[in-house]
T-cell receptor, first 114, second 114 residues
Framework: DTAVSQTPKYLVTQMGNDKSIKCEQN?????MYWYKQDSKKFLKIMFSYNNKELIINETVPNRFSPKSPDKAHLNLHINSLELGDSAVYFCASSQARGAVTEAFFGQGTRLTVV | DQQVKQNSPSLSVQEGRISILNCDYTNSMFDYFLWYKKYPAEGPTFLIS?????DKNEDGRFTVFLNKSAKHLSLHIVPSQPGDSAVYFCAANGDGGATNKLIFGTGTLLAVQP
């Protein structure tokens, strides 16, 4: 009974393609995130949604577009994939804003662009 | 501009001994700190946290110490067990929960030798 689940776990695709990564959480949390872990192991936030509202949008190329159909889902669409997009992408969720609470992470999606 | 630093990429400890993982930060606005543990091919899992109003927080074998004047925190694991072998990430938050955005260090790989 996975709390934060993301699919697929592995994704290999060619440059220029468009791909999506899906994320769902069953914890009843209001806030969801996308983090990226690059080849240097830096884990950096990309986006955050609270109740379907975008609250964090770091300096990310506009080829990346998050979509939140409801507060339990936050999908990541990537257009015109580039070699540098290869990384592990983690979805996470946490309880409502207003107090710092720990985030729960999915297992990650390893994206390889060839 | 790396605001959270873990200067030791790896640490090896004998089973039963103490493991000490260190983390430094530069942003004095950070007021909440968390430690995450990550196994290969899994997402980070929350371990322990500490608010800047405290200097110590303990949970079983895990204790986090915070030295605000030195902008330094450490995670002590005692006694260390082989199952503790993982990558440990230090993370910080500085917006009082407004977004729950976490700034992560690059991680320290802990190897506990039987």
């Amino acid at each position: 009974d996975t709390a934060v689940s993301q699919t697929p776990k592995y994704l290999v695709t060619q440059m220029g393609n468009d791909k999506s990564i899906k994320c769902e959480q069953n914890l009843g949390h209001d806030t969801m995130y996308w983090y990226k872990q690059d080849s240097k192991k830096f884990l950096k936030i990309m986006f955050s949604y609270n109740n379907k509202e975008l609250i964090i949008n770091e300096t990310v190329p506009n080829r990346f577009s998050p979509k939140s159909p409801d507060k339990a889902h936050l999908n990541l669409h990537i257009n015109s994939l580039e070699l540098g997009d290869s990384a592990v992408y983690f979805c996470a969720s946490s309880q409502a804003r207003g107090a710092v609470t720990e985030a729960f992470f999915g297992q990650g999606t390893r994206l390889t662009v060839v | 501009d790396q605001q959270v630093k873990q200067n030791s990429p790896s640490l090896s400890v004998q089973e039963g001994r103490i493991s000490i993982l260190n983390c430094d930060y530069t942003n004095s606005m950070f007021d909440y700190f968390l430690w995450y543990k990550k196994y290969p091919a899994e997402g980070p899992t929350f371990l322990i946290s500490i608010s800047s109003i405290k200097d110590k927080n303990e949970d079983g074998r895990f204790t986090v110490f915070l030295n605000k004047s030195a902008k330094h925190l450490s995670l002590h694991i005692v006694p260390s067990q082989p199952g503790d072998s993982a990558v440990y990430f230090c993370a910080a938050n500085g917006d009082g929960g407004a977004t729950n955005k976490l700034i992560f260090g690059t991680g320290t790989l802990l190897a506990v030798q039987p």
